[in-house]
Structures are given as C-alpha cells and as structure tokens.
C-alpha cells in the first residue's frame, strides 16, 4: 500500500503564488514518475506537469513559464510552485505516482498509479 499525502491549496488573488506539496509514504521500492493534475468544475482532469526520477520536467503550455515542479527523492516528496495565478488556474489539484511497490507477503514487486486525494486551489480576479 502506497499514500499520497497533498496540501499547500487554498485562496490567494490573481498573480498570488502558492506551493503544492505531495508525499509518498509506504511500500516504495522507487518512483518513476510524479506528477500534478488538476480538474476545474465540469471539466475532465488534465495533466499540469510532471517530473521523472531522472528530473525530467513537462508542463501543459498554459502553466509554462508560471509552474515548476521539483522533487526531493529522500523525502519522496514532489513540489509544484505556482507563480502569477490566474482565475483559470482554479480547481482540484490531485498528486500521481508511479511507483514500483510489492505486495505482501510474497513481496513481489509491480508497477502502480496512485493518487492523492485531492486539494483545491483557488484564485480570485
């Protein structure tokens, strides 16, 4: 069993910043990816960014230049710093690892997605 834990949401105004943070915590033999979604009010989910054990970064073109995603892989940790929000930046933001982890108790090891539950991130005009 693997937990994401977020927090770091809440409201500030247009061009305000905020720092998204996400913890990773049990059966981790290691992590391949760890990313930011989020999804607004009667939208699908789409990708923020996203950041590889190697630190490979991607970003959607709308966060470009605003966001950086880093990672401290001692702590299992991934951070998303938000700079110059915008109102459309507004909704849920989920944590997502791709994390190599083993069951118990043949501690066998395989691939699987996990998410966070969720923080809601807030930008007034």
């Known amino acids: 069993q693997v937990q994401l834990v977020e927090s770091g949401g809440g409201l500030v105004q247009a061009g305000g910043s905020l720092r998204l943070s996400c913890a990773a915590s049990?059966?981790?033999?290691?992590?391949?990816?760890m990313g930011w979604y989020r999804q607004a009010p009667g939208k699908e989910r789409e990708l923020v960014a996203t950041?590889?054990?190697?630190?490979?970064?991607n970003y959607v073109d709308s966060v470009k230049g605003r966001f950086t995603i880093s990672k401290d892989n001692t702590k299992n940790t991934v951070y998303l710093q938000m700079n110059s929000l915008k109102p459309e930046d507004t909704a849920v933001y989920y944590c997502?690892?791709?994390?190599?982890?083993?069951?118990?108790?043949?501690?066998?090891?395989?691939?699987?997605?996990?998410w966070g539950q969720g923080t809601q991130v807030t930008v007034s005009s």
């Open positions: 997502n690892a791709d994390v190599l982890t083993y069951t118990i108790p043949s501690y066998t090891r395989t691939q699987r997605s996990y």
């Open positions: 049990g059966r981790i033999v290691s992590i391949n990816v």
């Open positions: 950041i590889t054990g190697g630190g490979i970064t």
